[in-house]
T-cell receptor
Framework: SQTIHQWPATLVQPVGSPLSLECTVE??????LYWYRQAAGRGLQLLFYSVGIGQISSEVPQNLSASRPQDRQFILSSKKLLLSDSGFYLC????????????FGSGTRLTVV | AQSVTQPDIHITVSEGASLELRCNYSYGATPYLFWYVQSPGQGLQLLLK??????LVQGIKGFEAEFKRSQSSFNLRKPSVHWSDAAEYFC????????????FGTGTRLKVLA
């Protein structure tokens, strides 16, 4: 069966420090991969999505970047964190057909101090 | 552009009572619609989905949702709520732009009174 792993679960980082969040999917190949950020009362904001290795689409201009170095690996990064980067980050995957919906990881709670 | 509105930010119901969570969408064609549930500090779990066929969709945990095209709604229902249903619920609409992006509502937080 397919599983999605996301780590770390919790992270506290100082302003200006770098960030790397990792997400991996097992049990499937060529998934669509997504990074969402969730802020209180604001629902889920799509940050990046990828339909293949090295193919990254950015939804909003921001202080973050994403990479997909391998088929089932999706990384969210920042060179210098801002206070506004705090939030709950969720990775998700889907098959190459939207009707099946997303499967989400368990999320990373990022607090920038 | 596609959009999803969940008009109720918070809902409180007593255990055993019925539940209806509202979702309205804006989309030019037949949408793909989803309901997800999120427990505190966790990821989102798919409850049910609609993409064609019968407008009444059954999901996991005893939930169902009805697609009403005339009202642009996809409301989530449960006949008898359990304390374990306390969570945040998100409605989402799938786009047909070829990129398989979903637009999520802002969520409804459900509180269940014992």
């Amino acid at each position: 069966s397919q599983t999605i792993h996301q780590w770390p679960a919790t992270l506290v980082q100082p302003v200006g420090s770098p960030l790397s969040l990792e997400c991996t999917v097992e049990g499937t190949s060529n998934p669509n991969l997504y990074w969402y950020r969730q802020a209180a009362g604001r629902g889920l904001q799509l940050l990046f999505y990828s339909v293949g290795i090295g193919q990254i689409s950015s939804e909003v201009p921001q202080n973050l970047s994403a990479s997909r170095p391998q088929d089932r690996q999706f990384i969210l990064s920042s060179k210098k964190l801002l206070l506004s980067d705090s939030g709950f980050y969720l990775c998700a995957w889907s098959v190459q057909d939207r009707v099946f919906g997303y499967t989400f990881g368990s999320g990373t709670r990022l607090t920038v101090v | 552009a596609q959009s999803v509105t969940q008009p109720d930010i918070h809902i409180t119901v007593s255990e055993g009572a019925s539940l209806e969570l509202r979702c309205n969408y804006s989309y030019g064609a037949t949408p793909y619609l989803f309901w997800y549930v999120q427990s505190p500090g966790q990821g989102l779990q798919l409850l049910l989905k609609y993409f064609s066929g019968d407008t009444l969709v059954q999901g996991i945990k005893g939930f169902e949702a009805e697609f009403k095209r005339s009202q642009s709604s996809f409301n989530l229902r449960k006949p008898s709520v359990h304390w374990s249903d306390a969570a945040e619920y998100f409605c989402a609409v799938g786009t047909t732009s070829g990129t398989y992006k979903y637009i999520f509502g802002t969520g409804t937080r459900l509180k269940v009174l014992a």
